[in-house]
């Protein structure tokens, strides 16, 4: 599942590497908009398509994302013949054409994960996606300026991210093929109250899921559910959430659509070695899945995401005012990928119910597609009317501050619904809402209620309502104490 968007990642990534290749290229030269315009192209329509392409994933299934892993082949397609022909017209419509599928790719994945990975395993499973994500990434900023630099040319590195686009398509038909055929053997195994393998706990909790709707439908067939699929009723926690998400995604991802340029002018690198340096931002990420297991077992979003800010300010501190080994700031900010998006993408989940989670990542890529676009001009338009990356880098800095800022009001919203970020997997899921589990149906996190019939006696709902108080009190002072005594 995490490979899914493997080669979209990759394609947008390795444009990093050939920046300067394209700008030194005597015979088809492109300014520095052009650049940023070729980058802003991939996300214009993402800032609308994602949307619809989570309903399609909440409305049609997964099935769909296989036309949008094929919609993101001839894109990059489309995109290497127009460079080759020198017609940046051509050029400029592929990437369009290729940021339709590849929004719409990567909030696939995300739901496919988001769905079968529901408790104790959620953020530990975003992690791997993660991992997976920034290893194409890495790959991608490594690999991209040897290639072409070996056959004489950025085109023939276009190609290569064709290639790759390709193979991660028929990943994501392999995929398609094998959850249907999970899904098939969990329903014929939910009707006929047959047990799964419990040491799969994933597919446990995905089979139990499935089991209380079945009965729940059973006997409470005109009953009412919550349905939280209108926009307006997603929590102020979740908006948020997106906010923090689109400022942190943008503050690190701006400067690596250029940290391969930047290093090769401000150290005096090779672009070889610009383009490997560059990618140690990615290093430290392969760990994520781990660190989403411990998160998963101790919780602790909240100060990791503080830390995570924090230490991008040193980031860019560090390569604006000093003249330290841009190394460690590449590994600082390669710290900070390696928790951060795991667990803002493990967080949604848990403020929205299961019914809008396509359109919930959805409305996240598009919040993500509008900062990359106009940042990506942004990135470009400075450095044509400066010369430099000086202006560039002030910019990024103040991002990185604002993140910080968003991070603390986080912890208020956090505190204001019972510390569901703070607290393990398993407790904050129990802790949000899920509408297809309508025995232990909490509030909409917007306290919209709807009265339903129920059983006289639910044990676990009871259970909540009991220690709902008990446990946020108790959870503040242990998190307290914990970390003062740190």
Same mark, same amino acid.
């Given at each position: 599942? *995490? ?12 444009m ?10 005597? %015979?088809?030269?492109?300014t520095?908009?052009?650049?940023g ?35 993101i ?5 489309i ?9 940046y ?8 054409? !290729? ?39 890495m ?15 950025y ?11 390709? /193979? ?10 094998y ?8 329903? *014929? ?13 994933w597919?446990?909790?995905?089979? %139990? ?25 997603f929590?102020r ?5 997106? +906010?923090?998400?689109?400022? !942190? ?14 290093l090769?002018?401000?150290? %005096?690198y *090779? ?72 667990? +803002?993408?493990?967080?949604?989940p ?17 919040? %993500?597609?509008?900062?990359?676009? !106009? ?21 990024? +800095?103040?991002?990185a ?7 603390? !009001? ?12 703070? /607290? ?6 129990a ?56």
């Open positions: 599942m *995490s490979c899914i968007p493997f080669g979209g990642h990759f394609v947008k990534n390795g990093s590497s050939l920046e300067q290749l394209m700008l030194d290229d005597e %015979d088809f030269p492109i520095n908009t052009m650049y315009a070729l980058l802003s192209a991939v996300s214009v329509p993402n800032m609308f398509l994602p949307l619809l392409g989570g309903r399609l994933m909440d409305k049609s299934g997964h099935r769909s994302i296989r036309f949008f892993l094929a919609w082949c001839v894109g990059q397609a995109f290497a013949i127009g460079m080759q022909l020198k017609l017209w051509l050029a400029l419509f592929g990437r369009v054409f !290729f940021g339709v599928g590849e929004g719409s790719v990567v909030v696939g994945a995300r739901v496919f994960i988001a769905s079968w990975f529901r408790n104790k395993e959620l953020t530990f499973a975003m992690g791997v996606s993660v991992a997976i994500t920034n290893v194409s990434k790959l991608a900023k490594a690999t991209v300026a040897p290639i072409a630099l070996y056959f004489g040319g085109v023939q590195a276009l190609w290569y991210g064709v290639a790759v686009c390709v /193979a991660s398509a028929l990943i994501g038909v392999l995929v398609c093929h959850t249907l055929n999970l899904k098939r053997i969990v329903k *014929s195994r939910v009707i006929s109250e047959e047990a799964l393998d419990p040491s799969l706990h597919l446990k909790d995905y089979a %139990d899921k499935k089991r209380r709707k079945h009965r729940w439908r059973k006997s409470n067939s005109q009953a009412k559910q919550i349905s939280c699929d209108n926009v307006q009723n929590s926690m979740f908006w948020v959430i997106a +906010l923090l998400h689109v400022n !942190f995604i943008n503050v690190f991802h701006l400067f690596q659509n250029v940290s391969a340029s930047y090769f002018q401000r150290y %005096d *090779s672009i070889v070695k610009a383009g490997v340096v560059s990618s140690f931002s990615h290093l430290f990420v392969v760990f994520a899945p781990f660190i989403g297991l411990a998160i998963d077992h101790f919780g602790g979003r909240i100060l990791l995401i503080i830390l995570a800010a924090i230490l991008s300010v040193l980031a860019y501190v560090f390569m604006i005012f000093t003249e330290i080994n841009p190394i460690v700031s590449m590994l600082l900010i390669s710290i900070c990928l390696s928790f951060t998006p795991t667990v +803002l993408m493990a967080a949604i848990n403020s929205v119910s299961r019914k809008s989670f396509g359109t919930a990542f959805g409305i996240v890529e598009i919040t %993500d597609a509008i900062g990359a676009t !106009f940042g990506n001009l942004m990135v470009g338009y400075l450095r044509d009317e400066t010369g430099n990356y000086r202006a560039v880098m002030m910019m990024l +800095l103040g991002m501050v604002l993140v910080l800022f968003l991070a603390l !009001f986080l912890i208020f919203e956090d505190s204001r619904h019972g510390w569901v970020l703070s /607290a393990p997997s398993g407790r904050s899921r802790l949000s809402v899920d509408d297809e589990d309508p025995w232990t149906t909490r509030r909409c996190l917007r306290l919209v209620t709807v009265r339903t019939e129920r059983p006289t006696y639910c044990p676990r709902t009871v259970l909540l309502r009991r220690s709902r108080s008990s446990f946020i009190i108790t959870r503040l002072i242990l998190e307290l104490g914990h970390y003062w005594y740190k």
